[in-house]
């Protein structure tokens, strides 16, 4: 199984992006998806996740702003990231337990100030 992380890139504060991470190769099925960051000289920490039924989970700061959501028939999951501020600014990585987890290999976000 490969994920392909793509949206990354250099962006003003209070502006968006929107993140997408496909996953192929021999998929049985694919349950959670969802993001991961990390910051420099920071552990890598929970963004979102998504069931292939569509129940969201979010790390509790980020709840108003990012988005989650999945297209099952793509094996594909976005993250729509509003109102970014310079502490967003870190590495992204995709992930899908399939059943168990493949990451992607991460798209850089930058918020400048």
């Known amino acids: 199984v490969q994920l392909q992380a793509s949206g990354g890139g250099l962006v003003q504060a209070g502006g968006f992006l929107r993140l997408s991470c496909a996953a192929s190769g021999r998929i049985f099925r694919v349950n959670d998806m969802g993001w991961y960051r990390q910051a420099p000289g920071k552990q890598r920490e929970l963004v979102a996740l998504?069931?292939?039924?569509?129940?969201?989970n979010y790390a509790e700061p980020l709840k108003g702003r990012f988005t989650i959501s999945r297209d099952n028939a793509k094996n594909t999951v976005y993250l729509q990231m509003n109102s970014l501020k310079p502490e967003d600014t870190a590495v992204y990585y995709c992930v899908a337990y399939a059943p168990r987890a493949y990451w992607g290999q991460g798209t850089q976000v930058t918020v400048s100030s």
């Open positions: 998504i069931s292939s039924g569509g129940i969201t």
